[in-house]
């Protein structure tokens, strides 16, 4: 599975969940991530299998938007700029550990 893959479960209690109470945890979680500048994508990849990225592209996936849109919400800036201000170079071990990690996505 990548990361844009949406497996839905029967039953699910998340679908059930007040789209408003859903918005504003999302709300809080991509607060948190652009607060934590030092949690690289990469890293976030390798542990959970998502990142910044991702959640952009679900947000542009959801509501019809490009890419580029989608991720400068998450990030909070153009992602040209963020990547100036915060990208750093994966390292081989990043890389497997994300390869390794994205192998566990549904």
Not at 26 to 31: N, Q
Request: aromatic share 4%.
């Amino acid at each position: 599975m990548s990361c844009s893959d949406d497996p839905t479960t029967p039953n699910d209690a998340l679908d059930s969940l007040d789209d408003a109470v859903a918005a504003a945890a999302f709300r809080r979680l991509v607060r948190l991530l652009r607060h934590r500048s030092d949690a690289a994508n990469i890293d976030l990849m390798g542990l959970a299998g998502f990142c910044r990225n991702c959640l952009g592209d679900w947000i542009a996936e959801a509501g019809a938007l490009d890419k580029e849109t989608g991720r400068a919400i998450v990030h909070g800036m153009p992602t040209k700029e963020w990547k100036a201000s915060f990208h750093v170079a994966a390292t081989p071990e990043q890389l497997a550990r994300m390869e390794e990690s994205m192998a566990k996505n549904p």
